[in-house]
Every structure is written in structure tokens, then in C-alpha cells.
């Protein structure tokens, strides 16, 4: 069992780029989320997904948007990418919402926009 | 509104010596929960525990243990006998009751030195 699975692991993008940051989980949790961790600031939610076709706005949200087509997938995009973007992404998913479920983590990608 | 302290920003033992990682948190919920991650320098974030809010015991695991009082709204984790492996960022986490989201930390960066 690969639990959760993110790609890139890192990529350095130019600013005004569309990225796609992938995560996938096979673990079957219908709550999924993505994080970005900046130095002393933590991790902060961007977007998450209680299930499979809905997704709810976290506490740094704008610049990304989320799609949750199917459980396992759970991609972020990048629309237009721009210096304060660059960060450490992380992915994580849940069995159910997080107040009565533990989260877990993906990997990370590493992004860096110029 | 919620929020974690991590008041220490980096602490560094030496191997053997006892380390506790401070975590105060704020909430307006009855039921709510507390985590533990750890991030070692591959970069994954690690769970250790969770404990929700009705739940004062102390917990042992091997020479982890963390002390919940809720009077002090502390949830601190106590490392017994450090070791170098134990090097690393950890984070304490809060949800409230029926949310979708975890806040986090910034974190207390651990260095064990041999």
C-alpha cells in the first residue's frame, strides 16, 4: 500500500506558469486536503475535499483552485504561478472530516517559482 | 478563532537528556482534538497521536509521552531519553468539533546531538 502519492517531488517554474500539483491516494479516505508549508509559518490549508465531488476553501486559498473528480485524486492547480507560491506542498487525506479522523501526509513537492 | 503556540522555535540536547516540547492551544469548542507530527529532514510529516478533548489521561508510548491538561490548555510531548533519530521538526495540531480544518503549529525544530 503506496498511501498517498504526490508528483513532481519538486519543480522550479516560471512566474505566469499553469502548474498541476498530483496527489492520489489509494487508501480509500473520502477526505482529502492541501497544505503549504512556509518557514515559521506551519502548515496552512489551501483547499480540501470532504468527498468526491465537493471541495471547500481553507485559509490561504486564492491563487489555487481544487477538483475532486473521483476519491482517489485530488490535484491543485496553479493558474498563474507567481513568487509567494513557492513553498512546500503538502497533500493529505483522512478517512472522514478531520475533527473525528487523523490526517495523513503525502510526500510533498517542493515548489519553486522565479 | 483557533490557534496553536509553539512557543520554542528550536531546542537542541544532547543524546540521553530529557526534552519537552511545549504546545498551548486556544479554542472555543467543548469537544475538539489534539495532534502530534513529526518531520524528520526527509521532509514527510509523521503522525504520533491524537487525543480529543474529553480524554485527560496521560500517554506513554515507549519514551514518548504527552501530558494533556486542559486547564492550562497545554498538550505538551515529552521525549525521554533522546536520541539522534529524534531530530526534527515537530508540530502540534487543533481541530475543533464538526470542522473541516486542522491548524497547526509553527513548529518546535529538536536537534540531538551525540
Known amino acids: 500500500i503506496a498511501g498517498i502519492t504526490q508528483a513532481p517531488t519538486s519543480q522550479i517554474l516560471a512566474a505566469g506558469r499553469r502548474m498541476t500539483l498530483r496527489c492520489t491516494q489509494d487508501?480509500?479516505?473520502?477526505?482529502m486536503y492541501w497544505y503549504r508549508q512556509d518557514l515559521g509559518l506551519g502548515l496552512r490549508l489551501i483547499h480540501y475535499?470532504?468527498?468526491?465531488?465537493?471541495?471547500g476553501k481553507g485559509e490561504v486559498p486564492d491563487g489555487y483552485s481544487v477538483s475532486r473528480a473521483n476519491t482517489d485524486d485530488f490535484p491543485l492547480t496553479l493558474a498563474s504561478a507567481v513568487p509567494s507560491q513557492t513553498s512546500v506542498y503538502f497533500c493529505?487525506?483522512?478517512?472522514?472530516?478531520?475533527?473525528?479522523?487523523?490526517?495523513?501526509f503525502g510526500p510533498g513537492t517542493r515548489l519553486t517559482v522565479l | 478563532a483557533q490557534k496553536v503556540t509553539q512557543a520554542q522555535t528550536e531546542i537542541s540536547v544532547v543524546e540521553k537528556e530529557d526534552v519537552t516540547l511545549d504546545c498551548v492551544y486556544e479554542t472555543r469548542d467543548t469537544t475538539y482534538y489534539l495532534f502530534w507530527y513529526k518531520q524528520p529532514p526527509s521532509g514527510e510529516l509523521v503522525f504520533l497521536i491524537r487525543r480529543n478533548s474529553f480524554d485527560e489521561q496521560n500517554e506513554i508510548s515507549g519514551r514518548y509521552s504527552w501530558n494533556f491538561q486542559k486547564s492550562t490548555s497545554s498538550f505538551n510531548f515529552t521525549i525521554t531519553a533522546s536520541q539522534v533519530v529524534d531530530s526534527a521538526v515537530y508540530f502540534c495540531?487543533?481541530?475543533?468539533?464538526?470542522?473541516?480544518?486542522?491548524?497547526f503549529g509553527t513548529g518546535t525544530r529538536l536537534q540531538v546531538f551525540p
Open positions: 493529505a487525506s483522512s478517512v472522514d472530516r478531520v475533527s473525528t479522523d487523523t490526517q495523513y
Open positions: 495540531a487543533l481541530s475543533g468539533y464538526n470542522t473541516d480544518k486542522l491548524i
Open positions: 487508501m480509500r479516505h473520502n477526505a
Open positions: 475535499s470532504n468527498t468526491a465531488g465537493t471541495t
